[in-house]
């Protein structure tokens, strides 16, 4: 049958609709929030299972979350006495007293009192570096990667480690601690490990052979042992391989051993950013006669490593978590401050430790969900210039 | 890439120094130099400093008797006349079992809860994201020391352990079970099982060709579950029940009999399987979106039901995308086991990279041969896993 008999066909038959009904608006029981009701929460026997299910084990785990943390903690104290059941006659929940006495020194460590101003001048000029490089419509955000590479670096080292000749007394790095050391792990592998990460990517798809072959071994190697018997090998052999005179101190021996483990890992992540840069470009930029550097530092690594953020960001996280290892080359970082403090006999009661724990798992879940959350906004970015 | 010159021209003069076949080897030459020396010092630098220690070095430490006694042992092992060789089997079969439980436990809450967050239902896909992101966020040591100190060891005292039902006994000293003893005749039922397993695969064979053939479908599950479980239940009857359990007597300070879990084991096991399986979850979940949903259209409009379909249609290309990164996580549980050294779990590293390299002094010999056993493991893994994903590998055009 042809359209135009079609048409005919239907014209001539009366009990046909010719025009099409306005649209009803849909059942009361499926709009508005019975409707989402329905739809989310009950629409299978399964699903009516399903939701009493997880709103029984959110009734029973909330309320004593909230219960622990607020209701029945302790906000005031000078000791144990004030957190104990037998003493207080009451249930007892989170000893705040205890973290807010305990503070200063998971901040800093052991870092002396009167020099503990440097550190936090340390914690400013690292906010600046930090938000200068991610808000991007900061000003001249070139100078902003000089100052994070280069002066930041330089600059910490000074002002943390100490320097006589502008009088700052020196501190010993055994003195520090707490979030302090947290920190300078954690920057120190960060900053270190993207261009060794990218000088061992761009080696790995190397055509010299040797290049290759090694940038694989030391990938391959770090990448399939765990952190801690790297860390084990920096701490107890890292001092076997260099003449005594030069026996590095303890912190250093750390940060060279996250700084190498989180190298390996970023190299992956880079070679990945290179495997899916289409061939053309390489040969582009060789067409237009630009040299290997050129190519890799005009072309190629731009786009590579602007699609790798996400990834990127990722091994910090990753990264960011590992710090808490550093505690097998027996460093105070956070977690082993708030570990040493709970167990001190002047705060020892049946809540410290749940109290120190709760307190280091809210700071590591704040740095991490918000690294996750640059992440994934940086993710849709990209995607929406893809789109265009 | 060779250029075709005309016939008689001679090849652009280029300096030598540009000339890109003697630059590569010149850096070639210049890279192992540098390696080369700094191997060669930090050699000499051993050797001094080993020497000026006092320290012996080679393998021979390895026969030596150890001394010192492990928590928990799967092999016969004592500290008078056990060698340092045995404390190193005794590690690695710790790490083998815990790392291989976590695997199981975590596939399975892995994949739960990524399927649980991609379910309609509001509720259960926004508890299944609070978990993963609140479990991720959260390093694995603090968690391990979270389950051991604040959960574990906060648990009631020997004499007011609470008793759950079948004989089971939990206090601050670990979960004590009753422990099977297996009579004369057991072992008929242990051979009936894998008869059953072998059964089955044939089975499954079997109902494969027959479906090919004739599109008749077996009822697969019920005839694996009755050739698995039912017939060594079956011969386990026939035989007399030659099984009975050894239950555990809880005393004032002490409970003989039964088998002992170590609180260390039961921490570490909670841990890495809750934190790994956050990861697999998120696995999972970008496995099963990586189906175009054009794929479960199609199955639709052929007319299969939404669960043949997952089954036959959704998982088999999800499980392409999800297997790879799945290993890697396995392999991540796997090396994130040596943190029992911060709970005192006898892993390898505990057991081996601690004690052994503390008590010996042997720091290379000891941290070698522990980086060598995981090495080994990943490698091997990842070379498995080469050939898999060449085997999956969609071949186009």
Known sequence: MTMAEGDLAVAEIKFVRGATIDAQPPPAAMRGAVGWLWENLLSTKFNIILTILIALLAFWIIPD??????????????????????????????????????????????????????????FVMLAIGVVWLLWLHAPRRDVGMAYFFVVLPISSFILLTGWKAIGLMPVDTSLWGGILVTIVVASVGIIFSLPIGIMLGLGRRSHMPAVRLFSVIFIEFVRGVPLVTVLFMASVMLPLFVPEQYSPDKLLRALVGIALFASAYMAEVVRAGLQAIPKGQFEGAMAVGLGYSQMMRLIVLPQALKITIPNIVNTYIGLFKDTTLVFIV??????????????????????TSTTGYAVAAMFYLVFCYAMSRYARATEARLAKAERR | ????????????????????????????????????????????????????????????????????????????????????????????????????????????????????????????????????????????????????????KALPEMRDSFRIPGGILINNRGLFTPQPIFGPGFHWVTIAFFLGIVGSVVFYFWARKRQEKTGRQAPGFLVTLGLVIGVPVVVLLLAGFPLSFDFPQGGRFNISGGVEILPEFAALLFGLSIYTASFIAEVVRAGILSVSRGQTEAAFSLGLRPRPTLRLIV????????????????????????????????????????????????????????????????????????????????VER
């Not at chain 2, 700094?38 to 050699?43: K, N, S």
């Not at chain 2, 083998?96 to 199981?104: C, F, M, R, T, W």
């Not at chain 2, 390299?357 to 490698?379: D, H, K, P, R, W």
Request: hydrophobic share 50%; with cysteine.
């Open chain 1, 65 to 122: 979350l909230v219960k622990f943390l607020l209701i029945d903690a302790v906000w005031t104290g000078v000791d144990r006495d004030a957190c104990r059941e037998i003493v207080v006659h009451h249930p007892v929940g989170a000893c705040w007293p205890f973290v807010f006495e305990r503070w200063p020194y998971f901040v800093y460590g052991s870092y002396p009192i009167s020099e503990r101003w440097r550190v936090d001048v340390f």
């Open chain 2, 1 to 152: 890439m060779s250029i075709d010159l005309p016939a008689g021209s001679s090849p652009a003069r280029v300096a030598f120094y540009n000339d890109p076949k003697i630059r590569s080897i010149t850096y070639q030459v210049a890279l192992c130099a540098i390696i080369g020396f700094f191997v060669y010092e930090a050699a000499r630098n051993a050797i001094t400093n080993l020497e000026r220690a006092h320290i012996a070095s080679g393998f021979g430490f390895w026969e030596n008797t150890a001394g010192f006694d492990i928590g928990q042992t799967l092999i016969q092992y004592s500290s008078q006349s056990s060698t340092y060789g045995r404390a190193f089997w005794v590690g690695l079969l710790n790490t083998l079992l815990v790392a291989g439980l976590g695997i199981i436990v975590a596939t399975i809450l892995g994949f739960v809860i990524g399927i649980s967050r991609l379910s309609k239902n509001w509720l259960v896909s926004k508890a299944a994201t609070g978990y993963v992101e609140t479990i991720r966020n959260i390093p694995l040591l603090l968690q391990l020391l979270f389950w051991y100190n604040a959960v574990l």
């Open chain 2, 315 to 394: 998982v088999p290309q999800a499980m392409r995308v999800i297997i790879p990164p799945l290993t890697s996580q396995y392999l991540n549980l796997l090396k994130n086991s040596s943190l029992a050294v911060a709970i005192g779990y006898p892993d390898l590293v505990q057991v081996f990279t601690g004690t052994v390299l503390n008590q010996t002094g042997q720091a290379v010999e000891v941290v070698a041969i522990t980086m060598a056993v995981y090495l080994s493991i990943s490698l091997t893994t990842s070379l498995l896993m080469n050939l898999y994903n060449s085997r999956i590998a969609l």
């Open chain 1, 330 to 351: 027996g460093i105070f970082d956070f977690l082993q401050t708030v570990e040493v403090s709970r167990i001190d006999p002047k705060w020892a009661t049946p809540v």
